[in-house]
């Protein structure tokens, strides 16, 4: 399996059908149609199938998918059937409220080590018992709290030498929430998120719409 090439679009969409169906064990659903689920989730059975049969063989022709089995399956596709280790670079507005974000915990995230540069904010007991350290000590704490993942939350300046400093943990997964492409070696997956990038997408498609 890990030797396919899964399309991107494919593991996004692995993770909404995982959210719909964890909504659907909440309110005690045993079994979910491939028809309901699609429309839950905004797309059509088929996708569903497709997406699906990349790892396998899942459901009951004329029943649908089991809500807790398919939950399990696509949370063991995905990895999130361990925990994994954060760590988080940038201690502003936006690095605050994704640590504070109890969602990631329920996920299987947990942030284990806080940053910044800033000399006010280094020292500062963060809610949920962090301390922020310093820049400068990001891979001796990181490698003694065994991070696996990065959280890139500084200005565009900074970004390349937190993910460098990552790099020498090594850290080989970062999301980078700054407004720049980093880059690293090879072997290492940087996902981008620049919320402006998803603002163009919708002004444009109001505007050709």
Not at 3 to 9: D, T
Not at 38 to 52: F, M, T
Request: hydrophobic letters at 45%; a positive charge; aromatic letters at 8%.
């Amino acid at each position: 399996m890990k030797f396919l090439k899964i399309p991107a679009a494919t593991i996004t969409r692995l993770s909404i059908y995982s959210r719909v169906l964890e909504d659907m064990e909440k309110q005690a659903v045993p079994v979910i149609s491939s028809k309901l689920l699609a429309e839950l989730c905004g797309v059509n059975p088929a996708q569903i199938r497709k997406d699906l049969a990349y790892f396998g063989q899942f459901g009951v022709r004329g029943v649908g998918y089991y809500v807790k089995e398919l939950i399990f399956d696509i949370r063991k596709i995905l990895g999130l059937n361990k925990e994994w280790r954060v760590a988080i670079v940038g201690m502003g507005n936006l690095g605050c409220a994704l640590i504070a974000h109890g969602n990631f915990a329920k996920q299987g995230y947990r942030f284990v080590a806080a940053f910044d540069a800033d000399p006010m904010k280094i020292g500062r007991k963060l809610a949920t018992g962090l301390v922020i350290q310093p820049v400068t000590e990001i891979v001796a704490v990181c490698r003694q709290a065994e991070a696996d993942l990065g959280v890139i939350c500084t200005p565009a300046e900074a970004a390349q030498d937190v993910a460098n400093r990552f790099a020498q943990v090594p850290i080989k997964g970062i999301l980078n929430f700054a407004p720049i492409q980093i880059q690293l070696p090879d072997g290492f997956k940087v996902e981008n998120v620049d919320f402006t990038v998803k603002l163009d997408n919708l002004a444009y498609h109001l505007t050709a719409g």
